[in-house]
């Protein structure tokens, strides 16, 4: 996939858990697992813009375009 998921690094510059992070977007730790594992085949933009707010970040922080 051409999109990279950079979710845990910037969980671990904001020391902030998936469990914490997962209940404060008001997603499931499955889901946030699924996007943070890279599996995700789409994201909402509600749920990039409530990890941008938690981790206060840019969605460029968190996302990535890396040719095959």
Known sequence: MAIVVNLD????KRKMSAGDLAEKIGIT?????????????AIR??????ICKVLDCQPGDILEFAEE
């Open 9 to 12: 690094v910037m969980m671990a």
């Open 45 to 50: 933009f509600s749920t990039l813009e409530e």
């Open 29 to 41: 730790p499955a889901n946030l697992s699924i996007l943070k594992n890279n599996k995700a085949k």
